[in-house]
């Protein structure tokens, strides 16, 4: 079973930040908390991970809170591209396997 | 570009008719993953490979096959489809198991059946 809790749906206006939430309280020591997004008809797309530490690459920034077990995704300028569903994922460094939930839907709006 | 490539994009087959689907990538990655999704569903693992080690989800049906004759290539057969296994089958591979590695996805091939 997935252990991650998010919303199914948020919307967001285009230019503006998303910001995607995820409750993962049963967090484990060895687990990273990855992102992943699919966008309609295509396979998930690998978006950033984290195991402690705040993180930023090119498309997003990852905040975990100190005792790990909620995080937030944050998208900083929406585009209409960003339309998708993203899935917040506890990730075992011992077996590698992710077991996704069931997503947040995001709709980035005009 | 390096990437996952799955052939075909859409498979259609009869009810009980053996299938085969096919997963190749130019990573050079150890690990390969099986997954399927159903509609408005989240992918499900079904099993992987490290290098030429299976490994098979607990709760994956035995009508689900798997084989990797070499580095590049993996195969998903199933012995008997049912109206059940209509899904999209998504291929992923990874450099490593477990640490920080991300999964790289194909597109997926979207079986029907009939």
């Known amino acids: 079973d997935a252990k991650t809790t998010q919303p199914p749906s948020m919307d967001c206006a285009e230019g503006r930040a998303a910001n995607l939430p995820c409750n993962h309280s049963?967090?484990?020591?060895?687990?990273?908390v990855y992102w992943y997004r699919q966008i309609h008809s295509q396979g998930p797309q690998y978006i950033i991970h984290?195991?402690?530490n705040n993180e930023t690459n090119e498309m997003a920034s990852l905040i975990i809170t100190e005792d790990r077990k909620s995080s937030t995704l944050i998208l900083p300028h929406a585009t209409l591209r960003d339309t998708a569903v993203y899935y917040c994922i506890l990730g075992s460094s011992n077996t590698g396997k992710l077991i996704f939930g069931q997503g947040t839907t995001l709709q980035v709006k005009p | 570009d390096a990437m996952v490539i799955q052939n075909p994009r859409y498979q259609v087959t009869q009810f009980g008719k053996p299938v085969t689907l096919s997963c190749s990538q130019t990573l050079n990655h150890n690990v390969m993953y099986w997954y399927q999704q159903k509609s408005s569903q989240a992918p499900k693992l079904l099993f992987h490979?490290?290098?030429?080690?299976?490994?098979n989800e607990a709760d994956t049906p035995d009508n689900f096959q798997s084989r990797r004759p070499n580095t590049s290539f993996c195969f998903l057969d199933i012995r008997s489809p049912g109206l059940g296994d209509a899904a999209m089958y998504l291929c992923?591979?990874?450099?490593?198991?477990?640490?920080?590695?991300?999964?790289?996805f194909g597109p997926g091939t979207r079986l029907t059946v009939l």
């Open positions: 049963t967090i484990s020591g060895n687990e990273y």
């Open positions: 490979y490290y290098d030429k080690d299976f490994n």
């Open positions: 984290g195991l402690k």
């Open positions: 992923a591979t990874s450099r490593v198991v477990g640490g920080a590695g991300e999964q790289f």
